[in-house]
C-alpha cells in the first residue's frame, strides 16, 4: 500500500515570496489533515479536510495561507506572502473517516520549509 | 480545548533498559490515542493505534496502555536498542475536534 506523498522535500525562499506544498493521500482516505511543526515541538493542526470539504481551519492563518482540496484526492497548501516565522516541516496526513473503526492516521515525510 | 504533555522532554539510557514514556491529556474526550516516532528530519510513523474502549496495545517490543479516568498514556520500550533513538510523540484524537492534538515529544537516546 502507498503511503502518504508530499512534494517538495525541501524548499528555501525569501520572505514575501510564494511557496505551495502538494499532499497525495493514501487512497480511500477520506480525511486529510495538514501540520506545520517548528522545530521542538509537537505538529499543530493547521487544517483538515473531510473528502473536499473543510472540517476545522480554526488555527490556519486565512490571511496568507490557503488550502484546498479538489475532487476529494489530492490537496495543495499554499503560502502568500511568507514570513520568516513560518520555517517549519509542514506534514501531511490521511485517516479513514472519522467514525469509522480504524481512523489510523498516517503522515507523509513532510516538506522543509525555510524562509530567509 | 485539549492539551497534552510529555515527560519527559528528553531521555538518555543504556542499551538493553526497559523504559517508559509518559503522556497526558486534560480532556478525557477522547476518540483515540496514537503513539508515533519521529527520526530527525522525517516524518511520522505511527506506532500504535489504542481506541477509547482499549486499555493497552503492543507491537513486538512495544505496549502502549491508556487510562481515560487519569488522563494518562505510557509508552512501554523492553530492551532498548541504538535504533529506537528518536522523538515519540503521542496524539490525541477528540470525539468532538476529530483532528490529532499532539504533545511536544520525547527525544530518546539510547547508547551503546
Known amino acids: 500500500e502507498a503511503g502518504v506523498a508530499q512534494s517538495p522535500r525541501y524548499k528555501i525562499i525569501e520572505k514575501r515570496q510564494s511557496v505551495a506544498f502538494w499532499c497525495n493521500p493514501i487512497?480511500?482516505?477520506?480525511?486529510l489533515y495538514w501540520y506545520q511543526q517548528i522545530l521542538g515541538q509537537g505538529p499543530k493542526l493547521l487544517i483538515q479536510f473531510q473528502n473536499n470539504g473543510v472540517v476545522d481551519d480554526s488555527q490556519l492563518p486565512k490571511d496568507r495561507f490557503s488550502a484546498e482540496r479538489l475532487k476529494g484526492v489530492d490537496s495543495t497548501l499554499k503560502i502568500q506572502p511568507a514570513k520568516l516565522e513560518d520555517s517549519a516541516v509542514y506534514l501531511c496526513?490521511?485517516?479513514?473517516?472519522?467514525?469509522?473503526?480504524?481512523?489510523?492516521?498516517?503522515f507523509g515525510q513532510g516538506t522543509r520549509l525555510t524562509v530567509v | 480545548k485539549q492539551e497534552v504533555t510529555q515527560i519527559p522532554a528528553a531521555l538518555s539510557v543504556p542499551e538493553g533498559e526497559n523504559l517508559v514514556l509518559n503522556c497526558s491529556f486534560t480532556d478525557s474526550a477522547i476518540y483515540n490515542l496514537q503513539w508515533f516516532r519521529q527520526d530527525p528530519g522525517k516524518g511520522l510513523t505511527s506506532l500504535l493505534l489504542i481506541q477509547s474502549s482499549q486499555r493497552e496495545q503492543t507491537s513486538g517490543r512495544l505496549n502502549a496502555s491508556l487510562d481515560k479516568s487519569s488522563g494518562r498514556s505510557t509508552l512501554y520500550i523492553a530492551a532498548s536498542q541504538p535504533g529506537d533513538s528518536a522523538t515519540y510523540l503521542c496524539a490525541v484524537r477528540t470525539n468532538y475536534g476529530q483532528n490529532f492534538v499532539f504533545g511536544p515529544g520525547t527525544r530518546l537516546s539510547v547508547l551503546p
Open positions: 487512497s480511500g482516505h477520506a480525511t
Open positions: 496526513a490521511s485517516s479513514l473517516q472519522f467514525g469509522e473503526k480504524n481512523t489510523e492516521a498516517f
